[in-house]
């Protein structure tokens, strides 16, 4: 039987340039924005092959390795395992944009690990929801970059 799998990418601006902001996508700058992002880290750090832990507000536990962490170019990708639910892949790329602004890419590639996982999966995908979770993110992000000491 097949599972529910899809793939979801946006891009939105940041007020900063790359330099200043792809630090805030690995799993310990995470936590200078996202509320709740609470890492429990298992190996490593940033390279490749590092791992660490996060649990949901659900309770749900999910596994992160660092598939890819390349500073020069501001990209950096991880697999993941969503116990019971879903696995897939998360992409960032920031790229340089007009007066000093970052433009962010992100991709999200799920495939559903069982009947729970396909409902997760779909909603987690779709377009309005996905659109939604991504600007939390932009507007998220803005807000730590504005907290930062100058």
Known sequence: MSHASGSQTRTFTLP????????YFTAEGERQWAPGWA???LSGDRKRGS????????????????????P????????????????????VRCEPADAGRS???????LTALGSEG??????????????AYIDEWRQQLTAALA???R
Do not use: K
């Open 16 to 23: 900063a340039p790359c330099a200043r902001v792809f630090p």
């Open 39 to 41: 890492p429990e880290m």
């Open 51 to 70: 791992a660490f832990r996060t649990r949901a507000p659900d309770g749900r536990v999910t596994t992160w390795i660092v598939s890819a962490y390349e």
């Open 72 to 91: 020069a170019t501001h990209r950096v990708s991880y697999a993941r395992l969503a116990e019971g639910s879903n696995i897939g892949l998360v992409d």
């Open 103 to 109: 433009r962010i890419s992100v991709s999200y590639t």
């Open 118 to 131: 396909d409902a997760y999966v779909r909603a987690f995908l779709d377009d309005a929801a996905y659109t």
């Open 147 to 149: 907290r930062e000491p």
